[in-house]
């Protein structure tokens, strides 16, 4: 089974500034689909970027990128000039061959102003 | 488009009630998700749909659970009795297409509170 793993509980970045979440997760498929979603206080669940396994191009997002290491089951959301309003909880997400999205923990991340 | 529509957003029941939690998918879209999020557990899949099918319930956690989808643009989750075990927040999303880079969509939540 496809596991996610999320090992920042939470992280802090000061407003304008950049800061980078973690995650890697565990397969065998060649084929898969990353994602980040943000979870504001809202509780809804917005998609904020997504990346196909067999693109090497790193997707962007206006602020937000990552850093995708096939070799290294590596995703890394990236989000620069960090407004308040980003502030929310952050899960990275992996998709294979089974339909379902296999979520990570979460990363709270605070923005400082 | 209206999104995923999720209702009750908020449920406060006593143990041993039974709840209904309902959910409105994307028009168009063919794959259901309910998903559970809790402190302990994080959001995991309870089940999905394809074209109304129930394809995977291997995360429903008991037989207290049930869900349906008597049509494409309705989907019901039921918990019989419920337990404060069951206390979290309930998703649904929907799919247009499975492994599509169009990610999932999903309602608000419905907080469910059993005391």
């Known amino acids: 089974a496809q596991t996610v793993t999320q090992s920042q509980p939470e992280m802090s970045v000061q407003e304008a500034e950049t800061v980078t979440l973690s995650c890697t997760y565990d397969t065998s498929e060649s084929d898969y689909y990353l994602f980040w979603y943000k979870q504001p206080p809202s509780r809804q669940m917005i998609l904020v970027i997504r990346q196909e396994a067999y693109k090497q191009q790193n997707a962007t997002e206006n602020r937000f990128s990552v850093n995708f290491q096939k070799a290294a089951k590596s995703f890394s959301l990236k989000i620069s000039d960090s407004q308040l309003g980003d502030a929310a909880m952050y899960f990275c997400?992996?998709?294979?061959?089974?339909?379902?999205?296999?979520f990570g923990s979460g990363t709270q991340l605070t923005v400082l102003p | 488009d209206a999104g995923v529509i999720q209702s009750p957003r908020h449920e406060v029941t006593e143990m041993g009630q039974e709840v209904t939690l309902r959910c409105k998918p994307i028009s168009g879209h063919d794959y259901l998700f309910w998903y559970r999020q809790t402190m302990m557990r994080g959001l995991e899949l309870l089940i999905y749909f394809n074209n109304n099918v129930p394809i995977d319930d291997s995360g429903m956690p008991e037989d207290r659970f049930s869900a349906k989808m008597p049509n494409a643009s309705f989907s019901t989750l039921k918990i019989q009795p419920s337990e404060p075990r069951d206390s979290a927040v309930y998703f649904c999303?929907?799919?247009?297409?499975?492994?599509?880079?169009?990610?999932?969509?999903f309602g608000s939540g419905t907080r469910l509170t059993v005391v």
């Open positions: 997400a992996y998709q294979g061959s089974a339909r379902q999205l296999t």
């Open positions: 999303a929907s799919s247009l297409r499975y492994r599509s880079n169009y990610g999932y969509t």
